[in-house]
Structures are given as C-alpha cells and as structure tokens.
T-cell receptor, first 114, second 111 residues
C-alpha cells in the first residue's frame, strides 16, 4: 500500500512566521502535489513537482514556495504566514507515466495562523 | 475558471436508497475521471474511476457513468449506507499529469 505521511496533523503559527510543512511518500513516486482544502472551495492546487528539484506552480502559488531535494520528500513553505493561509493542507503523490492518474493523499495538516 | 464543477454542495439520502452525485466538466482534453471520498480530518481516498473510452464503470455498490457529449459524469451509490456520509470530490485529468478537482458534495445518509 502507498503511504503518504505529513509531518504534523495540527499546527498553530503566528502571523509572519516562516512555516514548513513536510510530506514523505514511500512508493518511489515521481510526482508530488500540495493542495489546500477550504469549505466550499474544494481542493486547490498550490504547487506540484514532476521530479527532484523540479517544481511547477499550480492555481494558487502566491505566498508559498516548495522544495524537492529528494524524490520521496516534498516540502511546502509559507514564507510569512498570514491569517488567510489558515486551512487544511493536503499532500499527494502519484507514479510516473502519462496513463497513471490516481493520486494518493496524506492525512492532511490543519494549519491555524493567529 | 473552474474546469470541473459539482453544482450541488450537499445531498441528503435515506439509508438503502440510491445516492446520485453529479459532476460537469468543460475541457474536452480530459481523458480520465475519478471520484474521491473524504471524511473530516482525513485525506481523500480514491473511490472509483473511468476512462473516457468507456461510459460506465462499476465496483460493488458504486457505479460511475460518463456522458462525453454532455461533458457530464455521475456517481451512483446503491444502496446508500450511513458510512457513506462524507464529502465526495470529482476529478478529471489528462496526459499532462495534474488533476482538476470539483468543489465537492457533502453526502449525508440518514437511517
């Protein structure tokens, strides 16, 4: 079974802090994704990565950056946390190849910025 | 602009009855469609999928129907059970790799 783990289930940070969210997958997947989920807005893609050291902006990249130094690990960075970044953050991974579509999700990190 | 739309934010169904969740998409390049189920405080889990070359895929109580001409898909759950109560997300993808998700439908199955 694919396992995607996220470093924290719940996190509380102050406005202006730099925040790191870590995601690790154990299936040697090439592709990794960061989403945020907000009520009524569904899953919105922040950033994704097709390979180590590669990154692509998703639909809402503003205020975020990412790092992928190793294949199994994909980090989301909030450079200066703001209250509008309070959300559920979800990491996902999927295998390579153009015909593989299913993404596997981690349990999520509920981030509160005060 | 949203490429995948779930126009019903919520659906309430009695246990044992059929639940029908709907999804519309705009991009004709999508060639694969998926449904995910999400419980509170958990990540989404894959439920069922369908390729654009098919019009129906069935897995136990879950069936997904695809109408390409209408750019519409639906998820049927028969019979519905209280444990099916969750948020259901429709997603669509192409060979470009990323998925596009709808905003979700909260299904409540009551006894």
């Amino acid at each position: 079974d694919v396992k995607v783990t996220q470093s924290s289930r719940y996190l509380v940070k102050r406005t202006g802090e730099k925040v790191f969210l870590e995601c690790v997958q154990d299936m040697d997947h090439e592709n990794m994704f960061w989403y945020r989920q907000d009520p009524g807005l569904g899953l919105r893609l922040i950033y994704f990565s097709y390979d180590v050291k590669m990154k692509e902006k998703g639909d809402i990249p503003e205020g975020y950056s990412v790092s992928r130094e190793k294949k199994e690990r994909f980090s989301l960075i909030l450079e200066s946390a703001s209250t509008n970044q309070t959300s559920m953050y979800l990491c996902a991974s999927k295998g390579g190849g153009g015909r593989i579509y299913e993404q596997y999700f981690g349990p999520g990190t509920r981030l509160t910025v005060t | 602009d949203q490429q995948v739309k779930q126009n019903s934010p919520s659906l309430s169904v009695q246990e044992g009855r059929i639940s029908i969740l709907n999804c519309d998409y705009t991009n004709s390049m999508f060639d694969y469609f998926l449904w995910y189920k999400k419980y509170p405080a958990e990540g989404p889990t894959f439920l069922i999928s369908i390729s654009s070359i098919k019009d129906k895929n069935e897995d136990g109580r879950f069936t997904v129907f695809l109408n390409k001409s209408a750019k519409h898909l639906s998820l049927h759950i028969v019979p519905s059970q209280p444990g099916d109560s969750a948020v259901y997300f429709c997603a669509a993808g192409s060979t470009l790799g990323r998925l596009y998700f709808g905003r979700g439908t909260q299904l409540t199955v009551w006894p």
